[in-house]
C-alpha cells in the first residue's frame, strides 16, 4: 500500500487498512447483497482504477446522480481514492439547476444510475464542449446507451485492478462538494477536505456514539450530509452499513429487527412515520443504540413520543453542512426538550446581535461557530464565503450560521428560527418555529409550517400552513383561534391554510418559499 502523505491516516488509507484486518467482516448491506470489508475494500480500488485508466487525475470533479445501492456507495468512496473530489447531487433537483450544478463544479466525469441515464444525456449533449468525459452507468448498459458512449460501471469495475491506487492523497486536497439544499436560493458548493471530513467524521462518531459494532441503516439518499454523518462515522469504526433505496417506514421497523440495526439518521418526518408505523405494529427495536434526528426541528412532543419507543432515545443534532454542529444528548433532554444541546467536542458557538456583538445568555441572536470541522469555503465563491465569516473581537474568523438561536445560562442552544424565515410585523421581530412549536401540540394538527405574508398594515403578518391529523373534522378557524389564544399579540396569525402535504425537500425541509408562493400577491388588512 502506498504511503498517505499525512501523519494521521485519511480516509482512503483507513479504508485500506479496514479491508486488511477486518476481512471477512460486514462493510455494506444492500437489496440482498452483502460486502466484507475485504470485498468493498477491492470495489473500491477498482472503481478508482477504472477511472484512473479513463483518464481521471487528482481534484478532478466527478458528479454523482445515483440512486441509493452498492454502486453508489463504491462510486463515492472510489471516487475519493482516486483523488477525485466527488459531487454528489440531489435527484429532485429540476434539470436547470441540474446543468448549472454540474457548470458550477466544472465536471470532468459523471456518474449516473439507470434511472437517471436520461436526465444525463441530455444534460450531457448541451454541456458536451465543456463537459470532458464519458457518463458511466451504475448497472449494466443497454445497447442504446451504449452506442450514446457510456461505459458500464460493472464492466469498468471487473476489468480494474483492486490494488490501491497510486495516488498521493494530501490533507488539504478537496474530498467531496456537496451542494446547499437550495431551500433560501441558489444552491452554493460546499467545500470538504480529506483532513476535514476525516476530523468531522471522529468528532461526530464520538457524539454520536458510533463503534465497530456499529450496524447503521441509511435511508436517505447518500447525497444527502445527513447520509454523510451516518455513513463516514460508520466507516471509521469499522462498522456495517444497511442501505435502503427508499425510505419506507413499515421496511425500516423490520430491518431494525431482522438486522439488529444499532444506529441511523433520518430527519424528523421520518421518525413521525416510524413512530406512527409503530403503533399499527410494534417491534423489536431493542438493538437500538444511538439514533440522530437533524434537517428541521424535532418538537418536543415528537421527540418525547420517540423516548417512549427507543430505549437508547434520540440524540437531536443541529447543523450546517458548513461546519456548525450541536448535539443533545438523550440523558440530558428531559426538562430541556426544545434544546438543540450543546458545540460538537472541540468546537466553539456564541451567538451575535443585528450589530455583530456578542449577546448576553438568553437574548436571541445569529449562531455562529469555530472549530476545525469548519468548510475552507463555497465552491469557486470567494464573496459567499467571505459573507459567511464573522470576526471576533481578537480577529479570529467565526461561520455565521443565517440561524437565530439563544443560550441558556447552562450554555444549552435553543433554535428560535431561520433568520430569512423571520416575520418583520410592525416593526417586532416574529420567529415562525415560536408560533410552529405551539400550533403542532393541537391534537387536530400533523403538520404545520408558518410564512410571512403581505399586510397593508404591519407589513407582514403570520399566516399557518397545516396538514391535519387523518380523520379530524376540526375547523381551521377553531385552530386558528386555540393558537390566538395562546401566542403574543404580534404572533396572532391572520389566516391558517388546510394542505394536504407540506412542500419539502428530500432532506425533509420545508420548502417556505414554495408556500409563500401559494400566497401570490395576496395583501392582508
Same mark, same amino acid.
Given at each position: 500500500?502506498?504511503?498517505?502523505?499525512?501523519?494521521?491516516?485519511?480516509?482512503?488509507?483507513?479504508?485500506?487498512?479496514?479491508?486488511?484486518?477486518?476481512?471477512?467482516?460486514?462493510?455494506?448491506?444492500?437489496?440482498?447483497?452483502?460486502?466484507?470489508?475485504?470485498?468493498?475494500?477491492?470495489?473500491?480500488?477498482?472503481?478508482?482504477?477504472?477511472?484512473?485508466?479513463?483518464?481521471?487525475?487528482?481534484?478532478?470533479?466527478?458528479?454523482?446522480?445515483?440512486?441509493?445501492?452498492?454502486?453508489?456507495?463504491?462510486?463515492?468512496?472510489?471516487?475519493?481514492?482516486?483523488?477525485?473530489?466527488?459531487?454528489?447531487?440531489?435527484?429532485?433537483?429540476?434539470?436547470?439547476?441540474?446543468?448549472?450544478?454540474?457548470?458550477?463544479?466544472?465536471?470532468?466525469?459523471?456518474?449516473?444510475?439507470?434511472?437517471?441515464?436520461?436526465?444525463?444525456?441530455?444534460?450531457?449533449?448541451?454541456?458536451?464542449?465543456?463537459?470532458?468525459?464519458?457518463?458511466?452507468?451504475?448497472?449494466?448498459?443497454?445497447?442504446?446507451?451504449?452506442?450514446?458512449?457510456?461505459?458500464?460501471?460493472?464492466?469498468?469495475?471487473?476489468?480494474?485492478?483492486?490494488?490501491?491506487?497510486?495516488?498521493?492523497?494530501?490533507?488539504?486536497?478537496?474530498?467531496?462538494?456537496?451542494?446547499?439544499?437550495?431551500?433560501?436560493?441558489?444552491?452554493?458548493?460546499?467545500?470538504?477536505?480529506?483532513?476535514?471530513?476525516?476530523?468531522?467524521? &471522529?468528532?461526530?462518531?464520538?457524539?454520536?456514539? &458510533?463503534?465497530?459494532?456499529?450496524?447503521?441503516?441509511?435511508?436517505?439518499?447518500?447525497?444527502?450530509?445527513?447520509?454523510?454523518?451516518?455513513?463516514?462515522?460508520?466507516?471509521?469504526?469499522?462498522?456495517?452499513?444497511?442501505?435502503?433505496?427508499?425510505?419506507?417506514?413499515?421496511?425500516?421497523?423490520?430491518?431494525?429487527?431482522?438486522?439488529?440495526?444499532?444506529?441511523?439518521?433520518?430527519?424528523?418526518?421520518?421518525?413521525?412515520?416510524?413512530?406512527?408505523?409503530?403503533?399499527?405494529?410494534?417491534?423489536?427495536?431493542?438493538?437500538?443504540?444511538?439514533?440522530?434526528?437533524?434537517?428541521?426541528?424535532?418538537?418536543?412532543?415528537?421527540?418525547?413520543?420517540?423516548?417512549?419507543?427507543?430505549?437508547?432515545?434520540?440524540?437531536?443534532?443541529?447543523?450546517?453542512?458548513?461546519?456548525?454542529?450541536?448535539?443533545?444528548?438523550?440523558?440530558?433532554?428531559?426538562?430541556?426538550?426544545?434544546?438543540?444541546?450543546?458545540?460538537?467536542?472541540?468546537?466553539?458557538?456564541?451567538?451575535?446581535?443585528?450589530?455583530?456583538?456578542?449577546?448576553?445568555?438568553?437574548?436571541?441572536?445569529?449562531?455562529?461557530?469555530?472549530?476545525?470541522?469548519?468548510?475552507?469555503?463555497?465552491?469557486?465563491?470567494?464573496?459567499?464565503?467571505?459573507?459567511?465569516?464573522?470576526?471576533?473581537?481578537?480577529?479570529?474568523?467565526?461561520?455565521?450560521?443565517?440561524?437565530?438561536?439563544?443560550?441558556?445560562?447552562?450554555?444549552?442552544? &435553543?433554535?428560535?428560527?431561520?433568520?430569512?424565515?423571520?416575520?418583520?410585523?410592525?416593526?417586532?421581530?416574529?420567529?415562525?418555529?415560536?408560533?410552529?412549536?405551539?400550533?403542532?401540540?393541537?391534537?387536530?394538527?400533523?403538520?404545520?409550517?408558518?410564512?410571512?405574508?403581505?399586510?397593508?398594515?404591519?407589513?407582514?403578518?403570520?399566516?399557518?400552513?397545516?396538514?391535519?391529523?387523518?380523520?379530524?373534522?376540526?375547523?381551521?378557524?377553531?385552530?386558528?383561534?386555540?393558537?390566538?389564544?395562546?401566542?403574543?399579540?404580534?404572533?396572532?396569525?391572520?389566516?391558517?391554510?388546510?394542505?394536504?402535504?407540506?412542500?419539502?425537500?428530500?432532506?425533509?425541509?420545508?420548502?417556505?418559499?414554495?408556500?409563500?408562493?401559494?400566497?401570490?400577491?395576496?395583501? &392582508?388588512?
Amino acid at each position: 500500500m502506498k504511503e498517505i502523505e499525512s501523519p494521521v491516516p485519511l480516509l482512503p488509507e483507513i479504508i485500506g487498512l479496514h479491508s486488511k484486518w477486518l476481512g471477512q467482516k460486514e462493510a455494506a448491506v444492500c437489496a440482498g447483497q452483502r460486502l466484507s470489508w475485504s470485498e468493498f475494500g477491492a470495489r473500491i480500488n477498482a472503481v478508482a482504477n477504472g477511472l484512473i485508466a479513463l483518464g481521471l487525475k487528482k481534484g478532478d470533479t466527478v458528479v454523482v446522480l445515483m440512486s441509493n445501492g452498492l454502486p453508489m456507495l463504491e462510486t463515492l468512496f472510489g471516487v475519493m481514492a482516486a483523488g477525485g473530489v466527488s459531487v454528489p447531487l440531489n435527484l429532485s433537483v429540476p434539470d436547470e439547476a441540474l446543468s448549472s450544478m454540474i457548470e458550477d463544479a466544472s465536471a470532468k466525469f459523471i456518474f449516473a444510475s439507470t434511472d437517471q441515464q436520461q436526465r444525463i444525456q441530455d444534460v450531457r449533449e448541451k454541456l458536451a464542449p465543456r463537459l470532458a468525459a464519458v457518463c458511466v452507468a451504475a448497472q449494466n448498459c443497454t445497447d442504446d446507451a451504449t452506442v450514446k458512449g457510456w461505459i458500464c460501471f460493472e464492466e469498468m469495475v471487473v476489468g480494474s485492478s483492486t490494488e490501491c491506487p497510486n495516488v498521493s492523497i494530501l490533507p488539504d486536497d478537496y474530498l467531496n462538494v456537496i451542494y446547499s439544499s437550495g431551500t433560501t436560493g441558489l444552491p452554493k458548493g460546499i467545500v470538504h477536505t480529506h483532513q476535514g471530513r476525516r476530523d468531522w467524521a &471522529y468528532d461526530l462518531a464520538i457524539a454520536l456514539r &458510533y463503534h465497530g459494532g456499529a450496524r447503521t441503516l441509511l435511508t436517505i439518499g447518500l447525497y444527502s450530509n445527513i447520509s454523510w454523518v451516518a455513513m463516514l462515522s460508520t466507516v471509521l469504526a469499522g462498522g456495517t452499513l444497511i442501505i435502503h433505496k427508499q425510505f419506507d417506514p413499515e421496511r425500516f421497523l423490520e430491518t431494525v429487527e431482522q438486522e439488529a440495526v444499532t444506529h441511523t439518521a433520518m430527519v424528523p418526518i421520518q421518525f413521525q412515520r416510524v413512530i406512527e408505523a409503530y403503533r399499527k405494529r410494534p417491534r423489536n427495536v431493542t438493538s437500538m443504540h444511538a439514533m440522530m434526528a437533524c434537517g428541521s426541528p424535532l418538537f418536543e412532543q415528537l421527540k418525547q413520543e420517540i423516548f417512549a419507543v427507543f430505549p437508547c432515545g434520540i440524540v437531536e443534532l443541529y447543523g450546517l453542512t458548513e461546519g456548525i454542529i450541536t448535539t443533545l444528548e438523550p440523558e440530558e433532554a428531559d426538562g430541556r426538550w426544545a434544546s438543540v444541546g450543546k458545540p460538537l467536542i472541540g468546537t466553539d458557538i456564541c451567538i451575535v446581535g443585528d450589530d455583530d456583538k456578542v449577546v448576553p445568555d438568553g437574548e436571541s441572536g445569529e449562531i455562529v461557530s469555530r472549530g476545525r470541522i469548519s468548510m475552507p469555503g463555497y465552491l469557486s465563491r470567494p464573496s459567499a464565503t467571505q459573507e459567511a465569516i464573522w470576526l471576533d473581537e481578537r480577529g479570529r474568523q467565526w461561520l455565521r450560521s443565517g440561524d437565530i438561536g439563544r443560550l441558556d445560562e447552562q450554555g444549552y442552544l &435553543y433554535i428560535v428560527d431561520r433568520k430569512k424565515d423571520m416575520i418583520l410585523s410592525g416593526s417586532q421581530n416574529i420567529y415562525p418555529q415560536d408560533i410552529e412549536a405551539l400550533l403542532v401540540k393541537h391534537p387536530a394538527v400533523s403538520e404545520v409550517a408558518v410564512v410571512g405574508a403581505k399586510s397593508l398594515r404591519w407589513g407582514e403578518t403570520p399566516v399557518a400552513f397545516v396538514v391535519q391529523e387523518p380523520g379530524s373534522q376540526t375547523g381551521g378557524d377553531e385552530i386558528r383561534d386555540w393558537c390566538n389564544e395562546r401566542v403574543g399579540k404580534q404572533q396572532r396569525i391572520t389566516e391558517l391554510v388546510f394542505v394536504n402535504e407540506l412542500p419539502r425537500n428530500p432532506n425533509g425541509k420545508i420548502l417556505k418559499r414554495e408556500l409563500r408562493l401559494l400566497q401570490g400577491d395576496k395583501v &392582508y388588512d
